[in-house]
């Protein structure tokens, strides 16, 4: 055990909206419990309900994006701490603390904080098997089922969460805290978004994040805003109602124009 220090567990409350606080709100959910039909439909649908979504692929997608926040915990925990946390799918959450948030911005928590440290020697394997447990065991577990219950592509999923681990590789690498360990950060965020095999984020044969990043090097993609490929729906719900700033649909709109 490797506890995380009070300054570490301060920045992943602070900025990935760690919590260690539970609710009984039909909003909060075991990630375990998603993989049942009847569980994914009903929540689902309150999230559906909770966002004035169009439908349930549109709430599907917003959840992936807050979901995201869970994925960035273990890769912040993974790159900026050399510390592994446990991943497992029956180990973690969303809760929604505030019902009245009409964002809805849910909490992420962890039901064991179990963390181990990187390895003196081959921190490489240690990596792979973080990026495995996290991908291929637990996302690519859950996007299957959202994509089973909501018929969302899974080339919308994971493009929602390859733009927030882009952000947050962006902000890390900025952080002069960890000037010294930008050398590993960045060779973190290449082996997750180009060079890691397929098989490290499930039944794929080349690394799904390939699609949205292409051969652009690391520092370019960091310095650049990235334009998506595909449209995540957030202009289907009623909180939103209007095009993201880099969303396809509007690029078109706007080239036909």
Not at 128 to 136: C, D, N, T
Not at 167 to 174: G, S, V
Not at 233 to 249: A, D, M, Q, R, V
């Amino acid at each position: 055990m490797n506890p995380f220090t009070p300054n570490e567990l301060k920045v992943l409350e602070d900025k990935f909206r760690l919590t260690f606080q539970s609710s009984s709100s039909p909003l909060s959910v075991k990630t375990i419990n998603l993989l049942k039909d009847n569980q994914t439909n009903f929540y689902l649908t309150a999230v559906k309900e909770k966002t004035k979504s169009a439908n349930l692929g549109v709430a599907a997608s917003l959840f992936v994006k807050r979901y995201s926040f869970a994925v960035l915990i273990a890769l912040y925990s993974m790159s900026a701490f050399n510390k592994r946390i446990d991943f497992s799918i029956d180990n973690l959450s969303i809760e929604t603390l505030d019902e009245s948030d009409m964002l809805w911005l849910p909490s992420i928590k962890f039901n064991c904080i179990n963390l181990s440290p990187a390895p003196q020697e081959n921190r490489e394997s240690w990596r792979s098997e973080i990026l495995k447990q996290i991908f291929g065991n637990h996302i690519e577990v859950l996007f299957k089922q959202l994509n089973n219950v909501s018929k969302l592509s899974k080339i919308i999923m994971w493009e929602n969460l390859y733009i927030y681990i882009v952000w947050m590789y962006k902000n890390l690498l900025a952080d002069q805290l960890y000037s010294k360990s930008h050398h590993i950060i960045k060779e973190d965020f290449d082996m997750i978004t180009a060079y890691g095999e397929g098989i490290l984020f499930g039944d794929y044969k080349e690394n799904p994040f390939l699609m949205y990043r292409g051969t652009n090097n690391c520092q370019s993609i960091l310095e650049t805003d990235h334009n998506r490929k595909t449209c995540c729906l957030s202009y289907l719900t009623e909180n939103k109602g209007h095009f993201c700033k880099n969303c396809p649909i509007k690029r078109k709109k706007q080239r036909q124009g």
